[in-house]
C-alpha cells in the first residue's frame, strides 16, 4: 500500500468525527477509577486479575488477527475493555489461570467466533464470565472479605493456584455478599453500604456510587446511551417493587435490588454496550426493560443468587428481534409491515 | 423397477470413504443427537459408538439382500421396521450385559433408529450395492462414528472430569471444566473438531493449489493467490 491516506469525509467539516478507538478509550477512562477502587478494596489479588484478563484478551485478539491474517485490533482497546470488565465481573479470590481461560474464551468465541469488533452478537466479557460460571461454579462463587488488613502485602490463597489444578480453600478471608446474605441467610444489608461499595462482591460491582459517577462521565461525553442503564435499573426496580409490595416479608425493597450485586455495573457498562443492543429509542426501552425484568425474576425465582449476567447475554439475544420490532415505519408507507 | 447391475468391485475406498472422506459425523455432520448427547465420557461414547455400528451393519445387510424385494414406494416404512428390529435387538443386550451403560445411555440407545446416518446408508449404498459391498462400507461408516465419538467423548472426558475411561490422567488435584460434562460442552468440542479437519483440509487444498500453480509462474505467485482466495 501507498504511505498517502487521503480520507473522505461529506460535509458538513465542522463536526469532529468521534472514531471507534477514540469511543473505546474513554471507557477505558472510565473504567479506571472503578478498577482503583477494586484495587483499594480487595488488594493485590484485583490488581493480579486485572491485569491477566487484559492481558488474555489482547493477547487472544492479536493471535487471531494474526492467524487470520487480518490487520491488528488491539489498537482500538475494545480488547481491553473487554478484559477490564471480566475481571471486574469475577470474584476476588479467582485463581488467575481460570480468569486467563475466561478471557481467553470470552474473546475467542464471544467476538472472533463473530467476525471481530461490531459483529459481536454477545457482549464478550459476559461470554467469558459465562463460561467460567459453567466450568468452574465452585471459584466463581467464592466470595472474601474486603478491606482484609492483610490485602495489600499478600495474595489470596486460590489467587495463584497453579494451572488446571484446584485452588486452596480460602478459609479465614470468605464472606457472603449482600445477594447471597439474603437469598440464602435472610440477613438484609444497610442500603447505605451498598451504596458506597464496602461490601463483599465481585472486584468491580461494590460501589453503586463509584460506577454511577463513572457512567456520568461517558454520558456527558456523549459516548454512551443514557436510556439503557435507566431502562435496565427501573425495570429491575419496577419488577422489584412489584414484588414487594405483594409480600414485604419475603422479598427485599426494590432499593436492595437495585444497589446489590452486579446491576450496577451491568447495566451501566454491559447492558449499553454499542454492538450487543438495539439502535432504535422505543428498543432500546424494552430491551432495558427486559434485562432488569430477568434480572430480578432470576434473583428472586432462580438457583443463583445472581442473574445480571444471563439477563444481559438473553437481552443481548432478543435485540436483533427487538429491533426488528421497533423499526420505525417510513412516512408514508402505509401499515406496519407484518413481521 | 430399474435397478441397474450392481457390480461395482470392493475397493479400498468403499471401506475407507466413511472413516475420513465421507465421515458421518466430521463431513456429513448426520446422527448429531447422539454425538452431542452421550459423548460425556469415553465408555459411554465407545458403547454408543458399537451399538450404532451393529445396527447399521445388520439393517444395511438386510436392506441389501432385500434390495429387489421391497417396493419403492413404502421402502422408508420398510427400512425403518428392520433397522427397529435391530435396534431392539441392541437394547436388549446392553439391558443384559451392562445396566450402568444402559442407565448412562438412557434413551439415546432406541433413538438410534431416527439416526440419520444408518437411514441414509441404506438408502443411499445398501439399496444399490451387493451384500459384500455393503458390510465394507457400513462397517468402515460405522468405525468413522465410532472414532468420531471418541475423540468428542476422550477431549470432553478429559477436560470434565480429568480422566479417560474411568481413570484418573491429571492425579487428583485437577480442577475439573464441568461445563464440558455439560450439553454447551459437546457443542464446543464438536466445532472444535470440526475446525481442526476444516482446517487440516482448506491447507491441503492449498498445497494442492500451490502445487499445480508452482509450474506456471515458477512457485512466486504461489503465496499471492492464495491470499486472494
Known sequence: ?339 | MAIKPDTQPITPDTFLSGIWRENPVFVMLLGMCPVLAVTNSVANALAMGLATTFVLLCSNALVSLLRRQIPKEVRIAAYIIIIATFVTVVDYLIHAISLEVYDALGAFIQLIVVNCMILGRAEAFASRNRLSNTLVNSLGMGIGFTIALLCLGSVRELLGAGALLGYPIFGQSFEPWIIMLLPPGGFFVLAAWLLLFAWLKESQQRRKQAAAAAPQNGGKLGGASIHAR
Request: glycine share 10%; with cysteine.
Open chain 1, 1 to 339: 500500500m501507498s504511505a498517502l491516506h487521503i480520507k473522505l469525509k461529506t460535509s458538513p467539516h465542522l463536526i469532529q468525527a468521534v472514531s471507534v478507538e477514540q469511543i473505546m478509550r474513554n471507557v477505558v477512562y472510565a473504567l479506571l477509577p472503578v478498577c482503583a477502587f477494586a484495587v483499594w478494596h480487595f488488594g493485590i489479588s484485583a490488581l493480579a486479575l486485572l491485569v491477566t484478563t487484559t492481558a488474555a484478551c489482547v493477547g487472544t485478539e492479536r493471535v487471531i488477527n494474526l492467524l487470520s491474517g487480518k490487520p491488528s485490533t488491539v489498537t482500538d482497546f475494545s480488547a481491553v475493555i473487554t478484559g477490564l470488565l471480566l475481571a471486574l465481573t469475577l470474584p476476588p479470590a479467582f485463581p488467575l489461570w481460570m480468569a486467563a481461560v475466561s478471557g481467553i474464551i470470552g474473546i475467542a468465541l464471544g467476538k472472533a467466533m463473530f467476525g471481530g469488533l461490531g459483529y459481536n452478537l454477545f457482549n464478550p466479557a459476559l461470554i467469558g464470565r459465562a463460561f467460567a460460571q459453567g466450568a468452574f461454579p465452585g471459584a466463581i462463587s467464592t466470595w472474601t472479605l474486603p478491606g482484609h488488613p492483610d490485602r495489600f502485602v499478600e495474595f489470596l490463597p486460590s489467587t495463584l493456584a497453579i494451572p488446571f489444578t484446584r485452588p486452596e480453600s480460602v478459609d479465614g478471608w470468605t464472606s457472603a455478599t449482600p445477594l447471597t446474605a439474603w437469598k440464602f441467610q435472610g440477613v438484609d444489608t444497610p442500603s447505605m453500604e451498598l451504596f458506597t461499595g464496602m461490601v463483599a462482591g465481585s472486584v468491580g460491582e461494590t460501589s453503586a456510587l463509584l460506577i454511577l459517577g463513572c457512567g456520568l462521565y461517558l454520558v456527558a461525553r456523549r459516548m454512551m446511551n443514557w436510556h439503557i442503564p435507566a431502562a435496565v435499573l427501573s425495570g429491575a426496580f419496577i419488577t422489584a417493587g412489584v414484588c414487594y409490595l405483594i409480600d414485604p416479608n419475603a422479598y427485599p425493597t426494590p432499593w436492595f435490588v437495585v444497589l446489590s450485586g452486579g446491576l450496577m455495573l451491568g447495566a451501566v457498562f454491559m447492558a449499553s454496550d454499542m454492538v450487543a443492543s438495539p439502535v432504535t429509542r422505543s428498543g432500546v426501552w424494552l430491551y432495558g426493560l427486559l434485562i432488569g425484568f430477568l434480572t430480578v425474576i432470576i434473583r428472586f425465582f432462580g438457583g443463583l443468587p445472581e442473574g445480571v449476567m444471563y439477563a444481559i447475554l438473553l437481552g443481548n439475544a432478543a435485540s436483533p428481534l427487538i429491533e426488528r420490532i421497533t423499526q420505525p415505519r417510513p412516512y408514508g408507507t402505509g401499515r406496519r409491515r407484518p413481521l
